[in-house]
Each structure stands twice: as C-alpha cells, then as structure tokens.
Nanobody
C-alpha cells in the first residue's frame, strides 16, 4: 500500500508564511506527478501546484508568485512553500501523487489525508 503523509499546516497571520511537506511511502516504482490541491467547505477541490519528475511546474493563477513547489525524487517528497498568505488561502490542503507501484504497471492516483491551513489575525 501507498501512503501520503502531510505535515506543516496551521494558523498564520495574513502576510505570513508556511511550508507544507508530504512524504510518499510504500510500494512505489516511480512517481510521475506530485502536487497540492486545496478545498474549502462547499467548494470543489482545486489545484494549487503540481510538479513532474522532471521538475516542470504548474501553478494556479491565485498563487503564482507567492507559492513555490519543490520535490525530492530520491526521497519521494514534495514541499509547498507558501508566502504572503491571504485569508482566501484558508483551506484544507491535500497532497497528491500519480505513481506506479510496479514496472510497467498502471498509473494510480493517491491522496493524503489533508492538512488545515488557516490564515487569520
């Protein structure tokens, strides 16, 4: 089984910074894409940032210039550095990975359990 475990959420004031981390463990042959999504109550989960194994990145317009995604392929980890946080960044943040458990096996999608980020005075 594959597990994604997030850490680093919490309460921060507007303008502050937080760093989220996610580690994938278990039966993993390769990870193509890792990333972060977020969700607020009553709304659909939305993409925040993703990064490929070749370090290509994609960001939501709302976070461009403020958030930076990075990964360590050897450790199967992905981080999200969040700066200049705003009230509207408040959400549950989920780690995501598209990976193969075996050579030439199918690519499957996995999610972490989520970590709460609250931006408030």
């Amino acid at each position: 089984q594959v597990q994604l475990v997030e850490s680093g959420g919490g309460l921060v004031q507007p303008g502050g910074s937080l760093r989220l981390s996610c580690a994938a463990s278990g039966s993993i042959f390769s990870i193509n894409v890792m990333g972060w999504y977020r969700q607020v109550p009553g709304k659909q989960r939305e993409l925040v940032a993703v990064i490929t194994s070749g370090s290509s990145t994609n960001y939501a317009d709302a976070v461009k210039g403020r958030f930076t995604i990075s990964r360590d392929n050897a450790k199967n980890t992905v981080d999200l550095q969040m700066n200049s946080l705003k009230h509207e960044d408040t959400a549950v943040y989920y780690c995501h990975a598209a990976l193969r458990e075996q050579y030439q096996g199918p690519t499957r999608l996995y999610w972490g359990q989520g970590t709460q980020v609250t931006v408030s005075l």
